[in-house]
């Protein structure tokens, strides 16, 4: 149902984009989120490759002081502080007005459209679809249906905040086989100075 008719009229998923812009950066020294891209940011390079895809897009942050710059998307906030990307999702599955939302790192540029389309289509039967790559979950790059939300809620008020441990509290399909490059993260200089390589190369 998605993608390009041959009309040209481009067909989006019943779906959220939901991106994670709250990590607090400590390696890469700044707010990851606002990192120049050309002319733009980090963020916006991110929605604007996946956005197309999608009915809505929301992005999270853990607290209002990390906006910036203007964003013109919804955004949502952690419903306490200190909970990690989990807090993240959480918040996003509450605003979200469809029934299946794909959480991704905002500092995750190389994410394919083909994976998205693949996580958002099976996290309609069940609680989340989430990418494998060498048995290693990844959790914010993963499609979570609003069923999840009980089970994360649950495990965010009872202290646990790792992402691979709520996991095994839901109903997942794992996606396996997948390019593990496209989950490659910007968490340092040198990784964001590689992607500015590859961005301007693609650009000239």
């Known amino acids: 149902m998605q993608g390009t ?24 020294g700044r707010s990851k989120a606002w990192l120049e891209v ?5 963020l916006k390079w991110v929605v604007d490759r996946l956005a197309p895809e999608f009915s809505d897009v929301l992005v999270s942050f853990a607290e209002p002081e990390q906006i910036e710059q203007h964003i013109p998307y919804r ?10 990307p989990l807090g993240g999702i959480e918040a996003g599955l509450q605003a979200a007005r469809t029934e299946v939302s794909f959480a991704v790192a905002c500092d995750m ?44 809620t649950g495990a965010l008020d009872s202290g646990h ?16 086989g997948l390019d593990p490059d496209q989950f490659e993260s910007l968490n340092t200089p ?15």
């Open 109 to 152: 540029p190389y994410v394919s459209a083909d994976l998205v389309r693949m996580a958002v289509a099976a996290a309609r039967r069940c609680d989340a679809a989430v990418p494998r790559v060498s048995d290693r979950p990844e959790p914010v790059c993963a499609a979570y249906a609003k069923s999840a939300l009980k089970t994360i």
């Open 161 to 176: 905040l790792k992402a691979a441990d709520v996991l095994e509290m839901l109903d997942v399909t794992w996606l396996d």
């Open 5 to 28: 008719s041959g009309s040209g009229t481009l067909h989006v998923m019943d779906a959220t984009l939901l991106v994670l812009a709250g990590g607090e950066a400590r390696r890469m």
């Open 190 to 204: 040198e990784d964001y100075q590689r992607f500015r390589g590859v961005f301007v190369h693609r650009d000239n």
């Open 38 to 42: 050309g002319e733009s940011t980090l």
């Open 75 to 84: 955004v949502v906030f952690d419903r306490r502080a200190g909970r990690g």
